[in-house]
C-alpha cells in the first residue's frame, strides 16, 4: 500500500469519532484511516490530558497540531532517517541502478555493503524519486503543422514475398509516407532500402499528391543520411540535389527518436497489418497496384482516430492546393564518385575514360555523372565536362593533353604531317607518304622517327635524304637514317674537327674524361 499523510481534518474527525463513545475498529470502519493509525492519534491525544468525557470543543488546532507532531516528528527535508540513510550511499546505488539491477537486489547488496536493511517501499520511493528508475519521459503531443508543410516518411518491413523471376523469397519494405496535417497516407513497396528506389518511391508520391511537400521529415536510413548526428548530419549528396531539383527541405529525425515522426511511426503498423499480412500477392508489381488502391479506400476513406476526418477528404479539401508543383519530368538520378587522374591525363569512371586539364596528375578528383553529361570537380571548381560516353569508350578533349603529345594522343595525322612540313618540303612528302597506308596509324611511329632525325641531324641534312630517298621512291625511315649516318661520318673524315664543330650533341653522349683509364699507385 502507498504511503498516504493524513490530513488535519481526518485527525479531527477520528478524534471526534472516538469522543462520542466509539471504539478503535468502529473508527476505521467508518472513518478514513485504519485501525492501527486511529490507535498511535487517539494514544496521542490521551497522553495530552483528551479524555473520552471531553468536550468536542477541545479539539482545537493547537491540539490536533501536538498530536501530529507527536505521531510524525518533524522532519527537516521532510524526509525520515531511513531516507537520509539511503542518500549516503547515493553513487553506489546509482551505479547499481545503471548496471541494471533491480530494487530488490539493490536492497540485498545494500544491506550487505552497510549491515543495515532498509524497507523496499522507502528505497524504492527513492530510486524512482531521485534517481529516476523505472519512470517514463513526458511526452508533448505536438500540434499539427499548416497544410502541405510536413511530409514524414520512413521504411518498415511488411514480410516475405516469392519473386517470381528468381524463384526465390524475399522481403518486402514498404515505404511509407504520411503527411501531418491530413494523415493520407501513401505507400511504396521494393526489395531494397537503396537510393534508387528510395528516389523512385518518392517520385510515385509525387504522383500520388499530384504536388510536393515543403518540409520531408525521413527517418536516418543510408540513402538519406550517410552519417546521423542531431547537431552535425552529413546528407547524401545525390539525394540531396534530387530535394533540391524538387523544391522540399530534408529535416531527418534525430537517432532514435520516434517521437520526431510519431505520425508515420504509427503508420507503419497499421499498413502491415490492414494491408499486407494474410494477404496473397502474385508479385511486387501486383502488391503495389493493390497498395495504391488501399491507400485510396480502406487508408484513405476511414474515420482517423484523432483528427475523426476522412484522410483523402481531407487532403483533397484543404491540404492539396498548398502543395508545391507536381514535377512535369522524371528525375534523371546522377552518380556520384571520385577518380583518380592517372598519367595519361585521363580519369577512369563508370568504366569510361574521360580526359582531365591541367597538372592534376595523381590527385584525386569527384565526379558526377547523370544520362548526359559528366562534371569533374577538383577543391570544389569545376574543371572539366564531358558528353556522357558509353563502357569501354572515351571522351578525349585535345585541349586538356600537353601539345607535345596531342597529335600522337589523338591520333592527328594532319597535324604530324604539317609539323613535317614545317622543316622542310621533301621531310613534309617524305612524311606523308610514310602515312600513306590503309591504317595510317600505325606508322606514327616512323613519322615521330623521323622528326627525331631531324632534331639530330639537323632540318637541312634530313631534307636533302629525304629528297634522295624520295627521288629514288625508297620510302625507308632507316634507309634516311643511315642516308644521314654516313653523310655525317664522311663529313667527319674529310673536314676534320672543324666539321665534328657543326654535328649536333647526342642527347645522353658523356664527357670524354668520364671513359678515361687512371693509373693506380705503386702499391697496386
Given amino acids: 500500500m502507498a504511503f498516504r499523510e493524513v490530513s488535519v481534518y481526518e485527525i479531527r474527525e477520528v478524534l471526534r469519532l472516538w469522543l462520542t463513545g466509539r471504539g478503535f475498529r468502529a473508527i476505521a470502519k467508518v472513518g478514513p484511516v485504519d485501525r492501527k493509525a486511529v490507535r498511535r492519534y487517539i494514544e496521542a491525544a490521551t497522553t495530552l490530558g483528551l479524555t473520552q468525557q471531553s468536550d468536542p470543543n477541545a479539539i482545537t488546532d493547537e491540539l490536533i497540531g501536538e498530536v501530529v507532531h507527536m505521531v510524525r516528528p518533524a522532519r527537516p527535508n521532510g524526509k525520515g532517517t531511513t531516507w537520509e540513510l539511503i542518500a549516503q550511499h547515493h553513487d553506489l546505488i546509482k551505479g547499481w541502478l545503471k548496471a541494471e539491477l533491480n530494487i530488490t537486489t539493490i536492497q540485498d547488496r545494500l544491506e550487505a555493503r552497510t549491515k543495515v536493511r532498509v524497507p523496499y517501499s522507502t528505497l524504492h520511493r527513492y530510486c524512482t524519486e531521485v534517481l529516476g528508475a523505472g519512470k517514463r519521459r513526458d511526452t508533448v503531443r505536438l500540434d499539427d503543422c499548416e497544410p502541405g508543410s510536413e511530409l514524414q516518411v520512413d521504411y518498415g518491413r511488411m514480410g516475405i514475398l516469392r519473386d517470381p523471376e528468381t524463384g526465390r523469397n524475399r522481403v518486402v519494405w514498404a515505404l511509407v509516407f504520411t503527411p501531418v496535417f491530413s494523415r493520407y497516407g501513401f505507400v511504396w513497396l521494393s526489395h531494397r532500402q537503396t537510393l534508387e528506389a528510395t528516389i523512385a518511391g518518392f517520385e510515385a508520391a509525387w504522383r500520388f499528391y499530384r504536388g510536393v511537400f515543403e518540409v520531408v521529415i525521413p527517418d536516418n536510413l543510408k540513402a538519406i543520411v550517410i552519417e546521423a548526428d542531431d547537431l552535425d548530419r552529413r546528407l547524401n549528396p545525390a539525394f540531396l540535389e534530387y530535394a533540391q531539383a524538387r523544391g522540399f527541405v530534408i529535416d531527418p529525425a534525430r537517432v532514435r527518436k520516434p517521437q520526431d515522426k510519431a505520425r508515420v511511426e504509427r503508420a507503419v503498423p497499421f499498413v502491415r497489418e490492414s494491408f499486407f499480412k494474410g494477404e496473397h500477392f502474385i508479385d511486387l508489381a501486383d502488391a503495389q497496384r493493390r497498395a495504391e488502391l488501399w491507400c485510396t479506400g480502406r487508408a484513405g476513406m476511414r474515420i482517423h482516430g484523432t483528427t475523426q476526418c476522412r484522410p483523402k477528404e481531407q487532403f483533397e479539401e484543404v491540404e492539396q492546393p498548398c502543395l508545391l508543383p507536381a514535377p512535369a519530368e522524371p ?194
Fill in 331 to 524: 528525375y534523371d538520378l546522377p552518380r556520384y564518385g571520385d577518380a583518380k587522374v592517372h598519367p595519361d591525363h585521363h580519369i577512369e569512371f563508370a568504366r569510361s575514360l574521360y580526359s582531365i586539364p591541367g597538372d592534376l596528375i595523381g590527385l584525386r578528383v569527384d565526379v558526377r555523372a547523370d544520362r548526359s553529361l559528366v562534371k569533374v570537380y577538383h577543391r570544389g571548381q569545376l574543371i572539366k565536362t564531358h558528353p556522357r560516353v558509353l563502357p569501354g569508350k572515351r571522351s578525349t578533349d585535345p585541349e586538356d593533353l600537353p601539345e607535345e603529345r596531342t597529335a600522337y594522343a589523338m591520333r592527328d595525322l594532319d597535324k604530324l604531317k604539317a609539323k613535317a612540313a614545317g622543316h622542310g618540303e621533301a621531310i613534309g612528302l617524305f612524311c606523308e607518304a610514310l602515312l600513306d597506308s590503309p591504317l595510317p596509324w600505325t606508322r606514327m611511329r616512323q613519322a615521330y622517327r623521323l622528326l627525331g632525325l631531324v632534331r639530330r641531324y639537323g632540318a637541312k641534312p634530313t631534307n636533302q635524304a629525304c629528297a634522295q630517298a624520295l627521288e629514288y621512291e625508297a620510302i625507308d625511315i632507316n634507309l634516311v637514317g643511315r642516308v644521314l649516318e654516313r653523310a655525317l661520318e664522311t663529313m667527319q673524315r674529310s673536314q676534320g674537327p672543324a666539321a665534328q664543330a657543326q654535328v649536333v650533341a647526342l642527347r645522353f653522349a658523356r664527357h670524354p674524361q668520364e671513359f678515361a683509364l687512371t693509373r693506380g699507385g705503386d702499391d697496386e
